[in-house]
T-cell receptor
C-alpha cells in the first residue's frame, strides 16, 4: 500500500484568498489524482498529475482556479485560488501504486471551509 | 465510462452477513470491477476488485455474475466499523483514475 499525508487536514479560509494543499507519499508513484468532495456528495475528479508533465484537468475544472504542481514522484500540491463559499469541500489526494497491482490509495483529505 | 447502479442505502444487523449489489449492464470486457468504501471523515479505502472470477480477501468477498453485468460485495460478518459508503466502480485500465458514483450507504445496527 501507500501512505499518503495531506496538509492541512482542515482549514477555515477567507473569501478571495488562495490555499495550497500538500500531498506527500511514502513511495515513488507515477500517477497522482486530485478529487473534490462537496458536502454530502460523492467524489469528483479534478485532475490527474503526472511527474514531468502538465496536469490534465477534467471538464469543469481549470488550471487558473486549481493550479497543480508535481515536482517529483512523491509530492504534489493543489492550490484553490480566489476561494468562494462554493469551494468549501474536502479535497483528496490519491495515488496509483503499481507495486500493489495498480491499486489507487487515498489520503485522509483536506477539509476547507470558506467564509 | 460504463456506469454502475447501486441502492442508495442498506441496513444490516451487527455480526450478520451483508450483500451489497451493483449493476453494471454496459460493462466492457476489459473493465475491472472495483469496490471502495469511505468511512465517516476519512478518505476512500480500497476493498477488493476482480475481473471475471469471484475474489476473496481479508476484508470481503466479491461475487461476479457469469455475464458480468452485476456483482455483489459480501461482508461476511458486519461490524459497527463497517458502516460506510460503499462504491462500486468500473475501471478499464490500470492507468486510469477512479470515477465515483453515489455509492450505497451501509448502516450497521448493534
Amino acid at each position: 500500500s501507500a501512505v499518503i499525508s495531506q496538509k492541512p487536514s482542515r482549514d477555515i479560509c477567507q473569501r478571495g484568498t488562495s490555499l495550497t494543499i500538500q500531498c506527500q507519499v511514502d513511495s515513488q508513484v507515477t500517477m497522482m489524482f486530485w478529487y473534490r468532495q462537496q458536502p454530502g456528495q460523492s467524489l469528483t475528479l479534478i485532475a490527474t498529475a503526472n511527474q514531468g508533465s502538465e496536469a490534465t484537468y477534467e471538464s469543469g475544472f481549470v488550471i487558473d482556479k486549481f493550479p497543480i504542481s508535481r515536482p517529483n514522484l512523491t509530492f504534489s500540491t493543489l492550490t484553490v485560488s480566489n476561494m468562494s463559499p462554493e469551494d468549501s469541500s474536502i479535497y483528496l489526494c490519491s495515488v496509483l501504486n503499481r507495486g500493489s497491482g495498480n491499486t489507487i490509495y487515498f489520503g485522509e483529505g483536506s477539509w476547507l471551509t470558506v467564509v | 465510462d460504463a456506469k454502475t447502479t447501486q441502492p442508495n442505502s442498506m441496513e444490516s444487523n451487527e455480526e450478520e452477513p451483508v450483500h451489497l449489489p451493483c449493476n453494471h449492464s454496459t460493462i466492457s470486457g476489459t473493465d475491472y470491477i472495483h469496490w471502495y468504501r469511505q468511512l465517516p471523515s476519512q478518505g476512500p479505502e480500497y476493498v477488493i476488485h476482480g475481473l471475471t472470477s469471484n475474489v476473496n480477501n481479508r476484508m470481503a468477498s466479491l461475487a461476479i455474475a457469469e455475464d458480468r453485468k452485476s456483482s455483489t460485495l459480501i461482508l461476511h460478518r458486519a461490524t459497527l466499523r463497517d458502516a460506510a459508503v460503499y462504491y462500486c466502480i468500473l475501471r478499464y485500465s490500470g492507468n486510469t483514475p477512479l470515477v465515483f458514483g453515489k455509492g450505497t450507504r451501509l448502516s450497521v445496527i448493534a
